[in-house]
């Protein structure tokens, strides 16, 4: 069993993969801003393993920050490296922003390693790596595309200077996860996505419309060449991610030959379209998903899903649920959000009423 610094923990898939840590055995440290998630995800973490898992609110831009979380939790074998900031359309209005806060984190991070004797890393990278392939699926040896947005350009960043520290280093390891889409929640419906504001992405999206708190869908482009003219990505259940997360810390624990890094694409290995993954949704959930057809939206590619083939035989990981059981999950968790509101309206009338 291992001691994991997991950055980013009590955010989307950085909770779940906390879950599945705990479920293994591992000792869970997490550091997280609370910048894009809320700290109520620690007592979901706990309802479903029982296990309330240790935290602490810092920035891991915060150099001295980071080394006094290291000499307090000594002996840290791993780190999963999830803190950053992922709007694609914030990155190009705030892009110092998104370079700051994703690269210098990173950089902490790989500088801090080798001071307190952590040698296995696993970093968060994006198939947006990728941009629109010329050929599909996406292998791991898929050339990679100059970046549509300072978000993707950060993942680009972060994976050369992963390459280069470990390379430098003869003891680090380190794992980069190339994510397709992720999308569910846990079957519990304890923890989940929680977007703040309006969601970028199309889940959340749909989920918030078949509650009635958005008024309609708006489906980015008909007319692309794809079989029914909407768009095809590779979700996958976010559940299925977080386990990848600790086959890769295993295969890094037990890994022989040192200074090493190995990239791996995490998606099913099926594209479905955005008609497909609405029509699915609201025939599992039976509930309507009210949407209208607006033109493309900017910087969209057309299609992209992925080769997991590498993960299947070397992580000996496959994506395991359907996207029928997927989308039932994120309906279950968006459900469990309006109770937790009508729950805190109610406390809040009661004690101003009192
Ligand atoms: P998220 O926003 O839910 O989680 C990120 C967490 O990091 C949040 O809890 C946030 O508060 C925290 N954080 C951000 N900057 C921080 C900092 N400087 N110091 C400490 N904590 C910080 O996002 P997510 O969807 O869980 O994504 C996790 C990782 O996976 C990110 O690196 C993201 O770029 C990557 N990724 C996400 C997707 C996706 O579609 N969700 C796809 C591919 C890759
Ligand atoms: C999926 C599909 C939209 C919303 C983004 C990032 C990428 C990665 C994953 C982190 C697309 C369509 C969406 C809506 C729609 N993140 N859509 N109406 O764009 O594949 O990827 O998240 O690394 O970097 O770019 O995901 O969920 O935004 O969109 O029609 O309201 O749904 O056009 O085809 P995307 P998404």
Redesign the pocket.
């Known amino acids: 069993m291992a001691k994991v610094l997991v950055t980013g923990g009590t955010g989307y898939i950085g909770s779940h993969t906390v879950v599945e840590l705990q479920k293994k055995g591992h000792e869970v440290v997490i550091v997280d801003n609370l910048s894009n998630s809320n700290i109520d995800v620690l007592n979901g973490i706990e309802k479903i393993t029982g296990v309330y898992p240790l935290f602490e609110n810092i920035d891991c831009v915060d150099y001295v920050g980071m080394d006094r979380m290291f000499e307090k939790h000594r002996d840290i074998d791993a780190i999963i490296h999830f803190a950053a900031s992922?709007a694609?359309g914030e990155s190009v209005e705030k892009p110092l922003m998104y370079y700051r806060n994703n690269l210098v984190s990173l950089i902490n991070l790989l500088q801090l390693m080798p001071v307190h004797g952590v040698k296995s890393f696993v970093f968060s990278?994006?198939?947006?790596v990728y941009g629109q392939p010329d050929v599909l699926p996406v292998t791991e040896k898929t050339p990679i595309k100059p970046a549509m947005?300072p978000?993707?350009n950060t993942?680009q960043i972060s994976e050369e200077i992963i390459y280069d520290t470990i390379h430098a280093n003869p003891s680090y390891n380190g794992i980069i996860l190339r994510?397709?889409?992720?999308i569910g929640a846990h079957p519990s419906a304890h923890i989940g996505e929680l977007p703040i504001g309006t969601?970028?992405?199309?889940?959340p999206?749909i989920t918030q419309t078949a509650m009635g708190l958005r008024s309609e869908?708006?489906?980015?482009?008909d007319d692309y060449d794809t079989p029914d003219g909407?768009?095809?990505?590779d979700y996958i259940n976010v559940v299925d991610l977080a386990k990848a997360h600790v086959v890769a810390l295993k295969r890094l624990l037990n890994i022989k030959s040192k200074q090493q890094v190995e990239v791996y694409n995490i998606g099913t290995g099926k594209g479905l379209s955005?008609f497909e993954?609405i029509h699915t949704f609201e025939k599992v959930n039976n509930v309507k998903v009210p949407h209208t057809i607006v033109g493309?939206?900017e910087?969209?590619?057309e299609q992209?899903w992925a080769d997991a083939s590498r993960a299947n035989e070397i992580l000996k990981w496959k994506a395991a649920e359907s996207v029928e059981d997927t989308l039932k999950s994120a309906w279950k968790w968006e459900k469990a959000l309006k109770k937790q509101r009508q729950q805190k309206e109610k406390e809040e009338n009661e004690a101003s009423s009192n």
Do not use: A, E
Request: hydrophobic residues 30%; aromatic residues 14%; proline residues 5%.
């Open positions: 992922k694609v990278s994006s198939c947006t947005s978000y993707g993942k994510y397709f889409n992720p969601p970028n992405n199309l889940l999206y869908l708006k489906v980015f482009g909407s768009c095809i990505r955005v993954i493309r939206r910087g969209d590619i992209i």
